[in-house]
């Protein structure tokens, strides 16, 4: 009994260290004009994706108010009411984030087990992210029209 706890009490430590060091690299800040280490590179990318999310989903909240304000402007004899205009919306962008979250899950997995795989992950999330963003801010010039 003696020994299976002196064998347990070097794992804890070991799998605690670990923890910090996961939770650590995980809330650090890097300057990505300097970054020169796969950690820094990979915090980076997320860093630049969740940029690119922040713009798209700003960017799809002024899109979606003013469908929303003008749905019925664009209900016409085919049957296409206001709501379903608004619904079609939604759903175009339902649809647009699953092939996203697949695209990038497959490309991705190019590169599985490399350390590279997080920087990979998130550098093509970004780009898709702001190609939808251009799209979206098209779209919006089309409603300012």
């Keep these: 009994m003696e020994k299976t706890k002196a064998a347990i009490i070097p794992i804890i430590i070991v799998i605690l260290f670990l923890f910090a060091n996961v939770t650590t690299a995980q809330n650090k800040k890097v300057d990505c004009k300097k970054a020169v280490t796969q950690t820094d590179l990979n915090l980076c990318a997320k860093y630049s994706y969740e940029n690119a999310q922040k713009n ?3 960017l ?26 608004v619904d079609d919306f939604i759903n175009s962008q339902e649809q647009w ?5 697949s695209f990038v899950g497959f490309y991705s ?8 795989q997080p920087m990979i ?10 190609e939808r963003t251009n799209e979206l801010k ?5 409603f300012s029209m």
């Design 138 to 142: 098209d779209l919006l010039e089309e």
């Design 97 to 101: 984030r699953k092939y996203r979250k």
């Design 121 to 130: 992950y998130y550098n093509i999330k970004t780009k898709i992210t702001e």
């Design 56 to 58: 798209l989903d700003e």
């Design 109 to 116: 997995s190019i590169y599985q087990g490399g350390s590279i």
């Design 60 to 85: 799809y909240t002024k899109l979606f108010n003013i469908i929303k304000e003008r749905q019925n402007d664009f209900a016409n004899e085919n049957d296409l009411t206001g709501k379903k205009f």
